[in-house]
């Protein structure tokens, strides 16, 4: 009795949605208990810092905190612009961004068209697993090795030495980062790339292979006719995620590959914000820089996100 | 079909090219091996290449006797451990409810975790966020931020929504509440996506590097990776330990053993690696 009374209330003062919420808590109550977990962590670890980045219009002090730091405006994003640092990573980002879409995404695509033509199945997976294992190490491991091979004494200099050149430590020259950053991406990420186009390639029809060998095409007209078109949507798709992720160029690579030598062409925005606003605590200048950097990638996220679902039926993020 | 000589041709060609670029991606990590048992003599003269020379343990010993790697290690293994546990569970916890179309949040909710993938918080404010909740120097923050995350939860769903309902209608009916369900219905017939994303998480988790470099400064919370970075940095402890005479071992042979030592436990679960992760890669591919 007393039930229907109070639903009847609830009728009354409330909109319908909320009402249906309400009768849907109560039904399926079970449900809202099991996703509290989640929900409180997207909010601590994503919304509240999120929040945070107000600290960006103040002058921020830790003693004073949020509430009691003077608001300063845009102060720190006129100073970014006409400092002389900001300029220079922001263009070591776009450089390294450049060179990680120019050069180092199309290697899984051909890497994947080679695979699929080695007819040795046994041969093909012990291959594939070679090129794997380095996806699956840490860049503090990746870096490891890297200086190793190129350090005094590491198989590099041995074979500069071996033709009667002198040893040279290229980890500390600046006009060697690139290449290494390039080189050291390929070395870890490409063959793991394989798997999305290897996965397309085995859905093509077998049937358009047979008709066009019938017709005498040779195996390499067979990939440049059939194989590298069907794949086309697949490589769209994903170069537009790619692009969408331009300035994630990631901290922990560029970090373990860099050396203060190279900090002139290699600092990008993880790796300076860290620096200056972490180690060096300048907090509200460095948030003004990340939310410069967050921005740009908002707009390029949801522009690309946009032209990806375009160009195939489920080919963005969302 | 017949094969003509050219396409045998071209198909050799690419083959031998694989095979070469095969070996070139597993040379770091045969020259690292290398070094890891070669004596400080050939280190010092520069002449180890794919092969050891002068082989000797001594560097491995040295390592191995290393309390505070093997400190770094148990610090990695438990949090990797306790952390895919807890997050496999808030993931299907999460996951579960959203995969339903009776969940009324669940549109919303979707809406609140892409958000997140969008517009990413800045680093600073993140670590103040972080060192404020008390994580800074402690081993929790090794295992909190990573329980949950975007992808793994897209993928549980998806996984989710194809289980039969009329199964879960029969439990219903015979009395199974929401949780007894989830646990007791649908986590055990969905092993396959729990083991590729325990992996998923379980990765993470064992190579992270920018959580522990930005709040563990106190050298006995160092998990592995840290740790290795800070053994084999120039100017560490190795140098000084190899500089004294008698020993077997330099800087050089030391740093690479190190290496080595953290790369055994991925080789180790490799097979189960290159298996999930697969069926991983394709499940993400597929949105629901």
């Known amino acids: 009795m007393s039930k229907k009374k109070t639903s009847a209330a609830v009728n009354m003062g409330l909109p319908k949605s909320k009402t249906s919420l309400i009768a849907n808590i109560k039904k399926f109550w079970p449900y809202y208990l099991m996703v509290m977990p989640g929900v409180l962590f997207f909010l601590l670890f994503k919304y509240i810092p999120l929040l945070g980045s107000v600290i960006a219009f103040q002058d921020f002090s830790v003693f004073k905190g949020i509430s009691d730091s003077p608001w300063v405006g845009l102060k720190h994003f006129k100073a970014l612009i006409s400092y002389p640092d900001f300029r220079r990573i922001f263009a070591n980002t776009l450089i390294l961004g450049l060179c990680k879409t120019v050069l180092i995404f199309p290697i899984p695509v051909f890497l994947s068209l080679m695979l699929n033509e080695v007819k040795n199945l046994k041969l093909k997976k012990t291959i594939q697993t070679a090129v794997y294992i380095p996806y699956f190490l840490s860049w503090v491991i990746v870096g490891g090795l890297i200086f190793d091979i190129f350090g005094m004494g590491g198989l590099f200099n041995n074979i500069r030495g071996f033709f009667g050149l002198d040893s040279i430590l290229i980890m500390q020259k600046e006009s060697w980062f690139r290449p290494i950053y390039v080189l050291s991406s390929i070395w870890k990420d490409a063959g793991w790339g394989t798997v999305v186009y290897l996965a397309a390639i085995s859905g093509i029809d077998p049937a358009l292979y047979e008709s066009a060998a019938i017709d005498g095409a040779s195996r390499f007209s067979r990939i440049k006719y059939i194989t590298f078109p069907l794949l086309i949507p697949t490589i769209l798709t994903l170069f537009l995620l790619s692009i969408g992720s331009f300035l994630e160029l990631g901290f922990e690579q560029v970090f373990n590959l860099l050396t203060p030598m190279t900090y002139s062409v290699g600092d990008i925005f993880d790796t300076y914000v860290y620096r200056v606003g972490i180690q060096q605590a300048q907090y509200s200048f460095t948030t003004a820089v990340g939310l410069f950097q967050s921005t740009i990638g908002l707009i390029l996220v949801l522009s690309f996100n946009k032209l990806a679902n375009k160009f195939s039926d489920d080919g963005g993020l969302w | ?288």
């Open chain 2, 1 to 288: 079909m017949t094969e003509s000589i050219k396409d045998k041709a071209f198909q050799g060609a690419i083959t031998f090219i694989l095979c070469i670029l095969g070996i070139i991606a597993l040379i770091p990590l045969l020259t690292v091996i290398a070094r890891s048992f070669s004596s400080k003599a050939a280190a010092d003269m520069n002449i180890i290449n794919l092969w050891p020379v002068g082989f000797t343990l001594a560097s491995w010993k040295y390592i191995l006797s290393d309390p505070g790697l093997w400190k770094a290690f148990f610090i990695s293994l438990s949090t990797t451990i306790i952390g895919t546990v807890l997050a496999l569970a808030v993931t299907s916890l999460m996951a579960y409810p959203l995969s339903k179309s009776n969940f009324k949040l669940g549109q919303i909710l979707m809406l609140y975790v892409i958000m997140t993938m969008i517009f990413k918080a800045p680093v600073v404010p993140y670590f103040l966020t972080v060192k404020g909740m008390g994580l800074f120097n402690n081993p929790l923050v090794l295992i909190l931020p990573h329980i949950l995350s975007a992808y793994n939860l897209a993928i549980m769903r998806t996984f989710f929504k194809q289980f039969p309902a009329e199964v879960e209608e029969a439990a219903m009916i015979d009395g199974c509440g929401y949780f007894q369900m989830l646990y007791k219905i649908v986590i055990p017939s969905s092993k396959a996506v729990l083991t590729t994303v325990g992996l998923f998480y379980a990765v993470t988790m064992w190579n992270q590097f920018q959580h522990p470099i930005m709040f563990i400064q106190k050298t006995g919370l160092f998990p592995l990776q840290l740790k290795i970075r800070q053994l084999i940095n120039g100017g560490s402890d190795f140098a000084n330990i190899a500089a004294v005479a008698n020993v077997n071992y330099t800087e050089s042979t030391l740093s690479a053993a190190t290496v080595v030592f953290a790369i055994i436990p991925i080789i180790a679960i490799y097979p189960w690696l290159q298996k999930y992760f697969a069926k991983g890669a394709m499940l993400g591919s597929v949105k629901g």
